[in-house]
């Protein structure tokens, strides 16, 4: 397992969903040195500053959000949760009343911001979602009540676990697939959670990806961004799984656009669009280091880590998307969750 609101966009942030976060929490750990280097060019390829298979970002829908937050509370959230690691001038800049933030670098254009004038002004901040503080008191027999919760398998096991390479097998065991012991999981956790009370929906019922893409599609998508990186004549197959020149093939990258990039969005289209969920649990289990392939050595490290939206690095705001979706998120108050 080593490959690694109706207001959002139409394919909204693949690791953005709903105030919980769609926690994209696989570890990419024998794969990590590769992938690496091979997501940022595949970012930089995209039309119109926008990240991989991103659609451009509605910022019409910030205007619902005017006058809801006052500069003070503007300030604190992007200094100190959002962009701790400094933001130009060029990208967002805040004045007394309002903020300048850009849309589009070629075009400079701006969306501004009004803020409140103080807290007793400022108008009620719109969600589809409700926070934590406005859900009724628990019944002691039915503490979820009325919550509703998505369950979302991490990856896709079945027949793609092994192009996600989240799939081993030890002799002639059956073989371990992630995204089939996440779906599992997912079935055991479900009666639970309705027996608390909670109403609760699968984003994936099935090993079936809920993309109607395949890998194919992408294609020539994939042999563009090769060339774009320095793969002047990128061959069309894999020929050896353990050749570490197998990124730099159309195959390899088509598959990642697939599994990585167009699930994971749709993903975040049925959760922001039609589940409207006030909670989202995405579960994975983490890969570890095994050794050989060939002969893998199990292991009995274990951990649990959770991740949380904020601190965004100054590359990832220079596209318009991710720029977007990091102050819709700060104006929903999400961190306050």
Not at 16 to 34: C, D, K, M, P
Not at 169 to 175: C, E, I, L, N
Not at 242 to 251: G, H, I, L, W, Y
Not at 260 to 277: D, F, W
Request: with cysteine; net charge neutral.
């Amino acid at each position: 397992m080593t490959k690694s609101e109706g207001m959002t966009n139409d394919e909204a942030r693949s690791l953005t969903l709903r105030h919980s976060g769609f926690v994209i929490s696989s570890a990419f750990v024998l794969r990590a040195s590769s992938f690496l280097f091979w997501i940022f060019p595949l970012a930089l390829y995209a039309a119109d500053h926008l990240t991989v298979l991103a659609s451009k970002p509605r910022w019409s829908v910030l205007e619902n959000y005017q006058e809801t937050i006052t500069h003070d509370e503007f300030t604190h959230l992007i200094r100190d949760i959002y962009c701790t690691h400094g933001l130009g001038d060029d990208l967002l800049k805040i004045d007394n009343d309002s903020a300048q933030i850009l849309k589009n670098r070629d075009a400079q254009t701006f969306f501004t911001l009004r803020f409140a004038n103080d807290e007793a002004s400022r108008r009620e901040v719109p969600r589809l979602w409700r926070p934590a503080k406005s859900l009724p008191p628990a019944r002691p027999e039915k503490p979820l009540a009325g919550l509703r919760i998505a369950l979302v398998p991490g990856h896709l096991g079945g027949r793609w676990a092994k192009m996600e390479e989240r799939w081993f097998q030890v002799g002639d065991a059956p073989a371990v697939q992630e995204g089939d012991l996440a779906l599992r999981t997912t079935r055991i956790l479900a009666p639970q959670l309705r027996k608390l009370g909670a109403k609760v929906f699968f984003v994936r019922k099935s090993a079936e990806p809920i993309t109607s893409k395949r890998p194919d599609d992408f294609r020539e998508l994939a042999r563009k961004i090769l060339i774009k990186n320095g793969v002047p004549q990128p061959r069309a197959d894999v020929l050896d799984p353990n050749d570490p020149a197998k990124e730099q093939t159309v195959r390899w990258q088509s598959e990642i656009l697939f599994y990585r990039y167009s699930e994971i969005r749709r993903r975040a289209v049925l959760v922001n669009t039609k589940l409207h969920p006030d909670l989202v649990l995405c579960l994975h289990f983490n890969a570890e280091g095994w050794g050989d392939p060939s002969n893998p050595t199990l292991i009995e490290t274990n951990h649990l880590h959770l991740l949380i939206n904020g601190s965004y690095l100054k590359d990832e705001l220079e596209f318009d998307d991710e720029r977007f979706e990091m102050v819709r998120r700060l104006l929903s108050r999400v961190c306050d969750e």
